[in-house]
Antibody
């Protein structure tokens, strides 16, 4: 059973860049799409984007100008960068695997707070 | 790309059946049979319950079923149990290689 684990700073200052990494264990990162999804406290899920192991990316149009995703197959990791963050970007960030157009494996989530 | 519309809350007694709707548009739910459903307990990551509209992953109870009519997808939970109390989210492929989630529904077992 594949397992995902998010890692990165829990506190980011406004206007700076949020950086998170998702480490995949128990299986290969290859030949799948991988996604980032976030959830502000008490609110719903928001799709941030996805990356294929070739490096091909697709982003939420509302975040596209600020999002960059990358993948490192040698480390079985993929990453998220979100620039120019504001308090509105405070949320639990999840990484997840896409299989048959469903998110079948999820990380436990990591809370990122944007505050000075 | 607007969030899919779900009722804020649905409730039922143990043993009853409930249905959660997920309304989108002809650009997302209506155009693709790629709706998935997720169960989320407090403080936990979401869990895939239905994919491709009506398919259940291995290990998911057959009390959960999915369907679609036009621009609206539905999740039905039959034989409602206390452990089904959670938040539920739908998600649809929205074209242009993007996805959109629903607003979420809180299911309460009375």
């Amino acid at each position: 059973q594949v397992q995902l684990q998010e890692s990165g700073p829990g506190l980011v200052k406004p206007s700076e860049t949020l950086s998170l990494t998702c480490t995949v264990s128990g299986g290969s990162i290859s030949s799948y799409y991988w996604s980032w999804i976030r959830q502000p406290a008490g609110k719903g899920l928001e799709w941030i984007g996805r990356i294929y192991t070739s490096g091909s990316t697709n982003y939420n149009p509302s975040l596209k100008s600020r999002v960059t995703m990358s993948v490192d197959t040698s480390k079985n990791q993929f990453s998220l960068k979100l620039s120019s963050v504001t308090a509105a970007d405070t949320a639990v960030y999840y990484c997840a695997r896409i299989r048959h157009s469903g998110y079948d494996s999820w990380g436990q989530g990591t809370l990122v707070t944007v505050s000075s | 790309q607007s969030a899919l519309t779900q009722p804020a809350s649905v409730s039922g007694s143990p043993g009853q059946s409930i249905t959660i709707s997920c309304t989108g548009t002809s650009s997302d739910v209506g155009s693709y049979n790629l709706v998935s459903w997720y169960q989320q307990h407090p403080g936990k990551a979401p869990k895939l319950m239905i994919y491709e509209g009506s398919k259940r992953p291995s290990g998911v109870s057959n009390r959960f079923s999915g369907s679609k009519s036009g621009n609206t997808a539905s999740l039905t939970i039959s034989g409602l149990q206390a452990e089904d109390e959670a938040d539920y989210y739908c998600c649809s492929y929205a074209g242009s290689s993007s996805f959109v989630f629903g607003t979420g529904t809180k299911v309460t077992v009375l």
